[in-house]
């Protein structure tokens, strides 16, 4: 499957999740990133995991170009809602020399697929935890900051 296929039928997916945690139905560590548009202004929402390593909460750029990610990077503070129940906090991205133990630790910690999925959309060269890790230049990692 190429990297255009995958994101058309992750779309097609989100929108099904997106309607699912509006309705109340909350699985796994999924959660709706909503984010002003830094274009638009508009508010938009986007299905996001939230990830528990090394005591925080970690985000995962999983496709390159993202509109979320430049999005994130421009506002202030972000809503992240899990079911019907939503907090305000703050995405604080994580400097490139810091990404390396946290790509590694997701890819180690987590189902292959995870590290498959860094490979299918273009980020990483192969799917290992250190092959995940020297594409932490083209993966971006935002810490969950309560405030």
């Not at 959660?31 to 299905?47: A, D, K």
């Amino acid at each position: 499957m190429n990297a255009e296929t995958n994101r058309r039928m992750t779309n097609a997916f989100n929108k099904i999740i997106v309607g699912l945690q509006r309705g109340g139905i909350a699985f796994g560590p999924m959660r709706l990133l909503t984010v002003r548009g830094r274009r638009s202004g508009q508010l938009r929402t986007f299905p996001i995991a939230v990830i528990a390593l090394d005591g925080g909460q970690y985000i995962f750029q999983a496709f390159p170009k993202a509109a979320w990610v430049a999005n994130a990077r421009a506002a202030d503070t972000v809503e992240l809602a899990r079911g019907r129940r939503s907090s305000t906090v703050r995405l604080v991205e994580v400097p490139v020399n810091e990404r390396p133990p946290l790509l590694r630790q997701l890819v180690t910690t987590s189902p292959a697929s995870v590290g498959n999925r860094f490979v299918t959309t273009g980020l990483a060269e192969t799917s290992s935890p250190d092959g995940v890790a020297a594409a932490a230049h083209r993966i971006a990692v935002f810490r969950v900051e309560q405030i």
